[in-house]
């Protein structure tokens, strides 16, 4: 059984800075990709950041500069690093796998929440 563990969301004020990481167990074919999704209050899921086992990258806009993925390969591990949140940053953050066969897997989440 496959299972993503998401950990290290938290209450930070804005302009602060937190560190995302998602651990995977089980017994699952080759990672082609992991990425970091999140879903605001009220809004519809969206892709933050993407990282391929080649560390090709991609991010939404809005957080380019601002976050950055990274992952180790050999503990199937992807971290976000995100920095000078803001409150629209808030949101439930959710780790995906894709692995080569094209199977995504997903975590739980974890909240992130921004204010003063």
């Known amino acids: 059984q496959v299972q993503l563990v998401e950990s290290g969301g938290g209450l930070v004020q804005p302009g602060g800075s937190l560190r995302l990481s998602c651990t995977t167990s089980g017994s699952f074919f080759s990672i082609y990709a992991m990425a970091w999704y999140r879903q605001g209050p009220g809004k519809q899921r969206e892709l933050v950041a993407r990282?391929?086992?080649?560390?090709?990258?991609n991010y939404a806009d809005a957080v380019k500069g601002r976050f950055t993925i990274s992952r180790d390969n050999a503990k199937d591990t992807v971290y976000l690093q995100m920095n000078s949140l803001t409150p629209e940053d808030t949101a439930v953050y959710l780790c995906n796998v894709v692995s080569t066969r094209a199977t995504n897997y997903w975590g739980q989440g974890t909240q992130v929440t921004v204010s003063s």
């Open positions: 990282i391929t086992r080649d560390s090709s990258t």
